[in-house]
Each structure stands twice: as structure tokens, then as C-alpha cells.
């Protein structure tokens, strides 16, 4: 299914008083076939469409599971088909006015716990670039991993079918009252559309367990493969593995954010052939790398782990171990309620600005407990560089407004806190505005500064608080090859973030093989890449952030002996702010492109001269 984003349709560049028409841009969502993982063990399969997941002596059996997905009673949805987890999904962007045939994709790997959406400015700025280079034929695409599927949008996809048509305060209390078993699991929550939220625990998807990166990059790579299909390349079968036959003026590059930087990394390093005695390296199928503040290139030697003690090491997850994340992490839950939250959060503050929030304490962010809010600040407060505790997780999208000075006190400094400002803290324990009738607002980032806002050592804001709470919960409503499997919209976050996935990607360097010499993971090949790579570090990011050198000790010889291969320190850009920001603090961008996302100009101009715009 499609999206159009009209927002785009004028956007000033300053260059004098020149500004243009931009063309609307489309986003559809797509899903296709993806291998099953390897050795899953008895009893925890993923299901493949093949069973029914209601009966007991399945492959993998969950009640749970089959009511979350809205599976009749003998477990099959409504075009009678058994439930079937093996996809790759991706979100692929487009301008309307391009009808040319792609010759050049860009495919996006998202970080931890986040989806697709979280790359939606980035990617929408690198086709806002092309359109004004007055170029043609480029897509760029995102992926969603596989545990997207799991997610239900019902209730969102409700909201934006209803906007317009009912009142913002009875949307937002719907939303609440349907996801209420989210936060309260003995609730009854709201039956929309015939559906009942029904939030899935650990044991209704112990096949998460087999969820690592060999499997996200295996989803990853029938992705590429299509790509190149899409851009004219062969992609033939030679022994037994499809191969791609690159032809002259096609290309397919790869990249992504934070640890899809790093899995960027693991599949240009990767070979895809189990077997000991072949290699089909990831590098091959690509042409360049765009490394958005992740991804290393370790100079060791290849280190090898045992099957059997690799299996060990997670065996406990198929018992009673958490096979998706939940965890307090510096007072911030981080589990599917939070990541619902934030796109719950997000739609009320895009569409009901200004108004005193009303969703309930529990429906919330953790981190936000005041009783007088509006939607925006609501969502500001959990997410904003001058308020999130989780460094990680912090965008500069604005500043509070009202009188501050009286409304806040400071706190101490998280420890290793990279920021350059103590945090203000409307969500410390036991924090009480002096008056308890204030509404805490918001005040986006193009507005006036508050004039008693406490801390300007920072660089000017960059990110667009209404583009990121529309980024939360705004993606493309269905798949367009199977609309019936969708719930809704695809979100910034990911609600089932599988663990192994972060053990395995630490793993880059190593192989894990089977006493009969087969692989189940081969990420060895980091020194041989040998294609152009451009890296991108946040200066107000993680800390001391290391800024990597062109040179050996953090490129392999073939990389650095590409032209195309940079890096950049981003100015006053946040982790987040790296794949969010709507505007930059670069002097060699302005006035030309200071309105637009600095890594994506700098990602345009490096693909612009590998395929020779």
C-alpha cells in the first residue's frame, strides 16, 4: 500500500530568493519471501505457513500468539492460510514525478529497536537532493525486520482512517482504551475493526530465539537480490547459490543506522555459503557501504567458535529466557509498551497540538509522570536531548516553554553523560512544579528560544519536533504484494527487538562452524572489502565520540584506496539526529543545503560519484 507525503510540496533553499516545487514522494510497503532460519530446535520453529500454531503438537505452538495475529480457531487468517513469519519487509521511497526505471537503490538497515520510519528523513531528503540535482532513476529503501510482522497497527490505522471525522479527544481515547491491555495486561481493552489487542509475553514467540544476525542478513540479502532484479542485474543460480551479475550503469548500495551500521559491515564481510570450501561474499552483491554512526572494520584475526557452544550460549532463551527486549535501562523501561507508547505519544502530539494530554499515566513514556502536559511536550520530554536520561536516545527537536526557571530544577549528571547540559528533570521522582496547575508545552525548533530556557551551550536545534512525531507512527498503511498480512502502518520503533541479534552482530571477525565444517555464521571477511565506504560520527552524540581516520588502522587498503571513501563529524548532531535532523550546522552546506539532512547530502554527493552524476 502507498503513502504520499504532500508536505514536501514547497521547501525554501536559501540561495537568494530562489526556492522550487518539490514532487510529492511515495512510499510503499513491501514484503517477499525469506529463507527459514537454520537449526532451529524442535518445538521452536518459526512458523512458516505450513501448521497451524493452535495445535499442541506443532512445530511451535502459542494460543497467545494466534489470537494476537487474529487466526481463526483453526489457526489460519482470513484468506485461510497458516501463519508465516519467513519474510523480508522493506518501506520503498520514491519521487511521483520519476517515472524512469531505477538504476540505483540505496537500501537502509535501522538500528536497535527501531524500524523503518526511523530513517524516513534521511530518506526522503537524499530524493528531495536528487530532485533538485534534476536527476532520476534512484530509490532509496528501508527495511523493517521481520519482527515487524508481530506489531499491531490496528489501532493506529483506526485513528488515521478517523481523522478528520471524529473529534481529536475521542481518537485519542480510543487509542488508549485499545491498547490498554498493553500497559494493563488484566484490561479489556477496545475491540476496533473486529480485532482485540492481545500483547504477546516471552513464551508466544520463543522461535525469537533463532531471530540473530544471520538471519537478519539473510532477510537483508533476498531484499538486495531484488533490488537488483529491479535495476536490470542478473541474479542467476551457479552452484546452488543465486549469484548477481552486475551489468554497466546498475547499482545497489547498502547502509544503516547505529547497528545497522554495524550489520552493514557484518554483510559486505559476510559469506553466504554454508559450505567450508566455497564463499559467496556479501560485498559482491553491493557497491558501496553508507555507515550512519555504526560500523568498524576490526583488523584481527578471524576467530572461530564451535556449533555446540554457541548453541549453549543461548540454549535458555528456548526455556525461560527473554527472546525480546524488556529491561530497565537508566530508569527508562525499554519493552513493546514503551515503543507503543512512543508512537501513541507521537500521533497525539502531530494531531491534536496544543491540548492537555489526556492518554493516561500508564499509556504514557516510563519516563513522563506529570499531570499537566500537552501532547507535544509529553513526547519531548521522553525523546529530547535535554530531557531523555538514555544518551542514546536523544533527539534536539526544540525546548521547553513557559516559565522554566520556576517549573524545573536541575539534576546531577547521568554518569559518562555526553551531553553538555545537566538534564532537567520533569520526570525525577518526586518532582513538583512550584505551581501544580502549570501546562508544561513545547516549543519546536524554528520558533523563539524561551528566553529563560537554562542551557545554550549547545549547537542550534536540528531536528523538526512535527517530522519526528509524525516519523513515530505515519509509515505506509499495508504490504502492497499482501495488504491482508498488515495490520496498519509501519512505526519508528520495534516493539519485538530480539536480543541475539545485538550478541551476534558483536561477532563480526568470527565464524561459527559445525563439526562437519558448516557455517552457521561467517563474518570473517572484513579486510578484504574493497568498495567505497562514507561514515558519519554525531559531535554531540555518545560521548568523546572516536572519529575514525582514513587510514589503515580503521579502513581495510581496499576501501581507502577508493576515492568515494569519507568521513564526517556532523556538527551538534545527537545519535538520533543522525538519520532525524531536518536542517544542519555545517559551514561548507550553507546557505545552499542547510535545510536539508547533513549526512544526506554528504551520502548524495558520494553515490552521485560512484555512478557518475
Sequence with gaps: MRKIIPGLIMFGLLMGAFSIRSSEIIMTKHIIPAPAPIDEPKGFITPDGTFNIRDPNAPFHSDRLADAMGLDESGKNSRGEYLNLNHAIYTSYRLSTDKTKPHSILILMPGTWVGAMSLNQFATDLLRLMEKAGKS????????????????????????KNKGKLPADEILKGLSDYYKPAFEPQAQGKIIDGKKFVPLDQDSVRFMANWGADVAI???????????????????????QMVVKKKPGNYVFIGGHSLGGSLTVLYASYDFDRRADKELLGMNDVDGLVLLEGGGFPNKVPGVITADSYRASFKKKYKNGKVFFDLNMFGIQYAPKTMLSLALSGWAADNARGQEAIFPLYARPSIVQLPHITNEAMLAFAMDDDFSSFFIARVSMGYPSGKIGEQFRYKAGIPFDPGECRLLSPWKPGHKPMDAEFLYTWTNIDQDRASDFGCYKDEPEVSDFYAFARATYGGPDSYEEAPWL????????????PPRLSTDSA???????????????????????????????????????????LTEKDFPKGVLAQKSTQVHLIRGYTHMDITQATRNNQPDLKPEFENFNA???????????????
Design 137 to 160: 532513476g534512484f530509490e532509496v529503501w528501508v527495511i523493517d525486520r521481520r519482527s515487524e510482522q508481530l506489531e499491531d497497527h490496528t489501532g493506529i490505522r483506526w485513528a488515521e
Design 218 to 240: 539473510r532477510d537483508w540479502r533476498e531484499v538486495v537480490l531484488h533490488a537488483h532484479r529491479v535495476v536490470g542485474n542478473d541474479v542467476v543460480e551457479q552452484d546452488g
Design 486 to 497: 498488515s495490520t496498519g502502518p509501519n512505526d519508528y520503533a520495534e516493539w519485538y527487538f
Design 507 to 549: 561477532k563480526l571477525g568470527y565464524k561459527i562452524i559445525e563439526k562437519d565444517g558448516t557455517e552457521l555464521f561467517n563474518g570473517t571477511h572484513t579486510q578484504e572489502i574493497s568498495i567505497p565506504v562514507i561514515s558519519f560520527v554525531g559531535d554531540d552524540s555518545m560521548g568523546e565520540y572516536y572519529v575514525p581516520k
Design 599 to 613: 549526512p544526506a547530502v554528504y551520502s548524495f554527493r558520494f553515490i552521485s560519484s560512484i555512478i557518475g552524476w
